[in-house]
């Protein structure tokens, strides 16, 4: 099977179902029990989807085959500058290459709506993303936001255009200061 991606509406079934299994899998994690059907639906009546749509971001849901399995979104925090959120690959698919496919996609997202670098921030126990990130060219960066609970590390890659094929780490370019 191939993974395919498009932009969505935040609202979709597909969408509404891969932000709630992320928002599952990440609270159920910080808890360390599972989250009950009430803490998803208050976490996510605090997830609103400001500006993660054009002109000022996107939300991205890949497919595996015909199945919505994965997702993430980008928001514009300046003319220059990205920041990835709500990433996320269904467990039943991991290993099938669609989280670099998906990191692929979002930073074309990034890239179609003039930014030159991405940003994240994330927790330190979310050790399979924080590969991730680092496997495709993502690197530790001091803090753009507050610390808090679900924001302990943070990183960063530049971006430049790529020609059609080109394998997403090949698009990787040094910045000067924190993300070079």
Request: glycine letters at 14%.
């Amino acid at each position: 099977m191939n993974w395919s991606f498009r932009p969505e509406s935040f609202d979709t079934p597909d969408a509404r179902r891969l932000r709630r299994a992320y928002y599952a899998e990440v609270a159920s994690r910080y808890w360390g029990r599972p989250a009950t059907a009430a803490e998803i639906d208050e976490g996510l009546a605090g997830d609103p989807p400001d500006h993660l749509a054009p002109p000022t971001g996107e939300f991205v849901v890949g497919r595996y085959g015909d199945e919505a399995a994965s997702c993430g979104g980008l928001r514009m925090l300046d003319a220059e500058t990205a920041e990835l959120t709500r990433v996320y690959v269904s467990p039943a698919v991991r290993g099938t290459g669609g989280g670099g496919t998906l990191l692929a996609a979002l930073e074309d997202a990034a890239l179609r709506l003039g930014a030159g670098r991405l940003v994240l921030d994330t927790r330190l126990d979310l050790v399979e993303a924080r590969g991730l990130y680092a496997k495709h060219g993502f690197r530790e960066i001091p803090a753009y936001g507050e610390p808090g609970p679900h924001s302990e590390i943070w990183y960063g890659k530049g971006l430049t255009a790529r020609a059609a094929g080109q394998a997403p780490a090949a698009r990787a370019r040094r910045l000067p200061g924190p993300l070079g």
